[in-house]
């Protein structure tokens, strides 16, 4: 059977401000709030996102919750204008998240980085 992506797990330390986040700051649809669990459609046909409280999802999975600096993953989001980009980053820093790389032209498009409330890094970028 191939390997599927069908939801991304984020240990987060404060799952209400996550979940407004990402529901009222970025404008996806909450598909299932339980008490330490809220998972949010990304829309399109694109895998879930599950908001797990950190000490919650790293006893499921048997690990320690300490962890911080980059975690080696980034999150990317293709949209399809320089106008996009700008919109994303401007609703991400209004809902509490944080630009960390401001949207510049490159070689290839144009792409920046902001954080969510618990630093997970989103790349938003467009070729044209």
């Given at each position: 059977?191939?390997?599927?992506?069908?939801?991304?797990?984020?240990?987060?330390?404060?799952?209400?401000?996550?979940?407004?986040?990402?529901a009222?700051?970025?404008?996806?649809?909450?598909?299932?709030?339980?008490?330490?669990?809220?998972?949010?459609?990304?829309?399109?046909?694109?895998?879930?996102?599950?908001?797990?409280?950190?000490?919650?999802?790293?006893?499921?999975?048997?690990?320690?919750?300490?962890?911080?600096?980059?975690?080696?993953?980034?999150?990317?989001?293709?949209?399809?204008?320089?106008?996009a980009?700008?919109?994303?980053?401007?609703?991400?820093?209004?809902?509490?998240?944080?630009?960390?790389?401001?949207?510049?032209?490159?070689?290839?498009?144009?792409?920046?980085?902001?954080?969510?409330?618990?630093?997970y890094?989103?790349?938003?970028?467009?070729?044209?």
């Amino acid at each position: 059977m191939p390997l599927e992506v069908t939801a991304i797990m984020i240990g987060v330390e404060d799952l209400v401000r996550s979940k407004k986040f990402y529901a009222e700051g970025l404008g996806c649809e909450i598909d299932q709030d339980y008490p330490n669990f809220v998972s949010v459609d990304l829309g399109k046909g694109s895998s879930s996102l599950a908001l797990y409280e950190r000490e919650a999802a790293a006893r499921d999975a048997g690990v320690s919750p300490e962890g911080s600096g980059f975690r080696g993953v980034s999150f990317h989001y293709i949209v399809p204008s320089r106008d996009a980009v700008d919109e994303v980053m401007r609703d991400a820093a209004a809902a509490g998240g944080s630009v960390v790389k401001e949207a510049a032209v490159v070689q290839w498009g144009y792409y920046g980085y902001f954080s969510d409330p618990d630093g997970y890094l989103w790349k938003v970028a467009t070729s044209s």
